[in-house]
């Protein structure tokens, strides 16, 4: 039982798909993962799912078919295209796509964790998945923490 009688808040909203930051100690430009604030376990005291994800656009993977030859068409194939490479590039480090609340409209998204069990929770820590999803995608930005849709 939660001792804290205030309501349970959902994480805060994090930056955009590009957002870096270097910290103090590290030479300019140099990447650095940031670890958004995590929300609490999954429990019966805090009955909110939350995924750690890079959300896309179909947009963004239509150009990002382009940029990779998948085709020069922007079309329903060149975005299927491009979401079958990236999870077949993916997948070894457990990612996986998802639908995802980000910026008040439904996204797919590279979920890298979720809060639902502690081995869930742990995969935030997994910067070699973390930035392997980077590269795949051609992204510096941090991993966010997002509401998955049910679909």
């Known amino acids: 039982m939660n001792a804290d009688p ?3 808040k959902p994480p805060p909203s994090y930056g ?3 957002e870096s930051a270097t910290g103090s100690g590290q030479s300019p430009g140099r990447l650095k993962i940031l670890r958004p604030k995590r929300p609490p376990l999954y429990s019966d005291d805090y ?3 939350y995924v750690l994800t890079f959300p896309t656009t179909l947009e963004f993977l239509e150009q990002w078919g382009i940029d990779h030859g998948l085709t020069t068409e922007r079309d329903e194939f ?3 295209a491009a979401w ?3 999870n077949a590039e993916l997948w070894k480090y457990g990612c996986q796509w998802g639908v995802v609340r980000s910026g008040g409209m439904d996204s797919l998204g590279i979920v890298v964790a979720s809060n639902l069990t502690p081995a869930d929770m742990a995969k935030a820590d997994d910067l070699e998945a973390i930035r392997a999803a980077q590269s795949v995608l051609g992204i510096t930005g941090k991993p966010l923490w997002r509401k998955p849709v049910d679909i």
Do not use: W
Request: aromatic share 6%; no cysteine; proline share 20%.
């Open 84 to 86: 079958n490479t990236i």
């Open 16 to 18: 955009p798909l590009n």
């Open 6 to 8: 205030s309501p349970v």
């Open 78 to 80: 060149q975005t299927n």
């Open 47 to 49: 009955p909110h799912y």
